[in-house]
Every structure is written in structure tokens, then in C-alpha cells.
């Protein structure tokens, strides 16, 4: 008769517990987005690994609000575009790295970044860097964390919280960067027509979003690649004059992001007949990007050629002067360039780019903007 009582006593604590921390969690959540990608959306997972793709020494993060200007791991000065956008729907604080330390416990109030500097779609990109965590890895440490969230707040209840998560996926820059960089001694590979390298992106890119549909995700942003032939790193390489982008890089582009758009769409007409709250969104950054780099007076900016900070030729490199009280290496005002370093875009640059996301029509985004995805 104890043993029975015991027994009961045991399973309604257990189930008053799960009880509780579903209740705690259901009224603390707020805005929650997993981030999956390489450095444009990094923050800080890539300070975690032996790698030579890392952004945490000055000048990086100048402009961070919340770190008081010092790196944070962010391949930038400032925020980016995932910050600003979860900033603009309500996330208190950016989804931490996951490989902090403790990151977890923030799993189910905001969400996880997963992103990784260097990172590919295809896991061999990024050898040259050595450290880095490839989409593959970053899908299987969600899966983690989901594992993480049912411990806490049940099966049912990582269902409800997932399906009214955001899941964005910015990745694909440095598999189209690691074909047209020059060959490098013991790191290179024969090259494959753009075509195979092309289809092969696509096909693994989508075997990961079936999964990660799979595990719960129903609201998806996969962002296309940029004008890849407009960042100073691709111009040096083909030595293009001021003002010119390399269009045979930016054709390479072209051809990847149709190919993901279709994509999309089989996948948006397959899984909504079985499920109609999924959704995704193709994140149209090639436009955006390249009308704000031939146009950018228009947008209050007076350079899109210069890096802000590092230079024109190899190796680019970003870093602090011997001035301990000033960043030597960057521009002074970074609000008016558009390029941050030889790679990647300043704070300024994203702050337009996702107001256009967030808001924009169906040329920017499709079928429709994130607001309005996150309002489903």
C-alpha cells in the first residue's frame, strides 16, 4: 500500500512539474527565431571553435548596442538583418549562439542561432578555414535542442512553441565564394560545372528544410544568395573598376537562386496540402542587395566600393590599429558605407535590407513579407 502511495506521490509530482514548466514557458514566450546560417548571421558560435573565420577582436561590434561596442562574434559593426528583424517583431533580447555555454535555457523564449562563419550548404566548404559548422551539424544541433524543449515543456507543447517560431535560413554565399577563389596548393579541388555545383546546393539545401519541417518548423524564411560579384572580395579577384560588379560571378547567383526558388515552391504546394500552416518564404536579397550597391545615394550613403574597414586586396584584413582609443582600420562614419569588411555588410546596409524583408512586397519576398508570416 505505501509502495502504490509512493508510487502515485512520485507520478503527480512528475506531472504537476511538466504542469508548471509548460504553463512558465507558454506565458514567457515571446518572439522566438532559430537562426541557421554562415557569417552574415553569426554571433558568436564561431568564438567557440578552432577557426580562422572569427570576428572577436576589435574593431567587430563598434557600433553593438548591447555589448557596448565590443565583439561579440558578429561579422559586422553592429546588428544583423536577423537582429533588426527580431528586434522589429518583438524578440527581447538576439537567440544567443548555441554553443555558449548554458544557451539552451534560452531555447524556448527566443530561440537558438545555429549560424557559423565560414559555414556551407555542402559540407566540405569552408576547409580552407578549418573550424566551422556546416548546415548539416546545425540541423542536427536543433535537433538537440528540441530534444531539450520535450524534456522541459513536453511533446505536445514543443509542437505549439516550434509552430509559431520563426526558422530562418541564410546560408549558400561561401559555396559559390569557395568555386571562384583562385585554387589554392593541398586545399583545392577539381571544379565541377556551375550547373552540378548549382543543383547539388539546391538538393542538399532542401533535404535540410524537409527536416527541419519534420522536427516542427512551419514558418520558414530561406534567404537566396546576394550579388556575390559586387562584394569587394569577388571585385579584387577579377580586378572590376569602382561602380561594376563581376557579372560572371553574379550569373553563378542568378542561376543558384532560381534553382532554390523552384525549389521552394515544390515545397510550399507538397508540404501545405498536408499541412497548411507551413509556409516558406523565399527572401529575395539578391535584389535588394544589388539595387542598394548601384544605388546608394539614394539610401543616405556615400560609398558602396571601399570596405569600411580592411582593404581592396588580399588579405583583407579587419583589425585594430595600434591606438588602443580608435579603430584605425575601419571608416570613421560607418553609417554611410555599405560594405563593413571585404565580405560582409555594415549595420547600416542591413538596417535597409531588413526593413524591406520585414515589410517589402512580393518582388522582395514570396509568397509574402516576414511581418506577415509572423502574424499567421
Known amino acids: 500500500m505505501e509502495l502504490t502511495y509512493r508510487s502515485s506521490l512520485k507520478h503527480f509530482n512528475f506531472t504537476f512539474l511538466l504542469l508548471f514548466w509548460q504553463s512558465h514557458f507558454q506565458a514567457a514566450q515571446s518572439f522566438a527565431n532559430f537562426i541557421f546560417g554562415d557569417s552574415l548571421v553569426d554571433v558568436g558560435n564561431n568564438n567557440y571553435l578552432f577557426t580562422l573565420s572569427k570576428a572577436d577582436s576589435s574593431p567587430y561590434g563598434i557600433d553593438f548596442g548591447p555589448s557596448n561596442g565590443q565583439p561579440t562574434g558578429r561579422f559586422t559593426n553592429g546588428r ?41 550548404i555542402l559540407d566540405d566548404t569552408g576547409l580552407l578555414f578549418i573550424g566551422r559548422v556546416p548546415l548539416r551539424e546545425q540541423v542536427s544541433n536543433f535537433e538537440k535542442s528540441r530534444d531539450y524543449m520535450v524534456r522541459m515543456i513536453g511533446e505536445n507543447g514543443t509542437k505549439e512553441v516550434l509552430k509559431k517560431a520563426m526558422f530562418t535560413i541564410t546560408i549558400g554565399s561561401n559555396d559559390i565564394l569557395n568555386y571562384i577563389q583562385p585554387s589554392i596548393p593541398f586545399f583545392s579541388q577539381d571544379k565541377f560545372p556551375i550547373d552540378v555545383l548549382q543543383d547539388s546546393m539546391v538538393f542538399h539545401l532542401t533535404t535540410h528544410l524537409k527536416r527541419l519541417h519534420q522536427l516542427g518548423a512551419r514558418k520558414l ?156
Open 80 to 120: 544583423t538583418i536577423s537582429d533588426i528583424v527580431g528586434e522589429a517583431l518583438g524578440a527581447k533580447s538576439a537567440p544567443p549562439p548555441y554553443l555558449e555555454p548554458n544557451s539552451e535555457d534560452n531555447t524556448i523564449h527566443n530561440g537558438i542561432n545555429y549560424a557559423s562563419g565560414s559555414a556551407g
Open 221 to 376: 524564411v530561406v534567404v537566396g544568395v546576394g550579388p556575390l560579384g559586387c562584394i569587394p572580395f569577388a571585385r579584387a579577384l577579377d580586378l572590376i573598376p569602382a561602380g561594376k560588379c563581376s557579372d560572371q560571378v553574379n550569373q553563378i547567383v542568378r542561376g543558384y537562386n532560381t534553382k532554390l526558388r523552384h525549389s521552394l515552391r515544390s515545397l510550399n504546394s507538397e508540404l501545405r496540402s498536408k499541412d497548411h500552416n507551413t509556409t516558406f518564404v523565399y527572401a529575395n536579397s539578391y535584389d535588394l542587395f544589388l539595387k542598394l550597391v548601384l544605388n546608394y545615394p539614394q539610401f543616405g550613403l556615400e560609398n558602396a566600393d571601399k570596405p569600411c574597414c580592411g582593404g581592396y586586396f588580399p588579405p583583407f584584413t579587419c583589425f585594430k590599429g595600434p591606438n588602443q582609443n580608435s579603430s584605425q582600420a575601419a571608416c570613421e562614419d560607418r553609417s554611410k558605407f555599405v560594405f563593413w569588411d571585404a565580405y560582409h555588410p555594415t549595420e547600416a546596409a542591413n538596417l535597409i535590407v531588413a526593413k524591406a524583408l520585414l515589410d517589402g512586397d512580393q518582388t522582395v519576398a514570396t509568397p509574402f513579407n516576414i511581418r506577415y508570416l509572423n502574424d499567421l
